[in-house]
């Protein structure tokens, strides 16, 4: 049975391969004439299930009613957003080289460190099976 710490990673580490996915995508067509950039949001929810245990709670007494928020972190998917309203060059192209290696680099320094995160936490349960 996986606990929360490790749902939460699971997700987490989704939403980065999400956003680097679409990062190189960008980066791919950079030279494409009207294409329009994405971006991954995915920390936003997270974070508000991360911190639902310290917010009053609203609650949905009808199917009908819209969620104010995702209640568990399966329910959190990475949302890829076509960003329009900015453009970059003449040709209706918003893909920036420079800032979309920066976020590749950001997204893969991210990945790392929650990969890391989740080997530690691997390494304290082996510690406490092997009952050292």
């Not at 974070?47 to 969620?67: A, F, Q, W, Y």
């Not at 949302?79 to 920066?102: C, F, Q, W």
């Amino acid at each position: 049975m996986m606990d929360f710490t490790w749902n939460v990673i699971e997700k987490d580490l989704q939403g980065l391969a999400a956003r680097f996915s679409a990062t190189s995508r960008n980066i791919a067509h950079a030279n494409t004439p009207g294409y329009a950039k994405r971006n991954v949001s995915f920390e936003d929810q997270l974070r508000d299930v991360i911190e639902s245990g310290r917010k009053l709670k609203m609650t949905r007494t009808n199917k009908g009613h819209i969620p104010t928020s995702p209640h568990s972190v399966a329910a959190v998917q990475p949302a890829e957003i076509r960003v329009t309203d900015e453009k970059y060059r003449l040709d209706g192209n918003n893909v920036d080289p420079e800032r979309e290696m920066s976020i590749l680099t950001e997204t893969r320094m991210m990945y790392t460190a929650m990969s890391r995160f989740a080997a530690k936490k691997l390494g304290g349960l082996r510690t406490a099976i092997a009952g050292r």
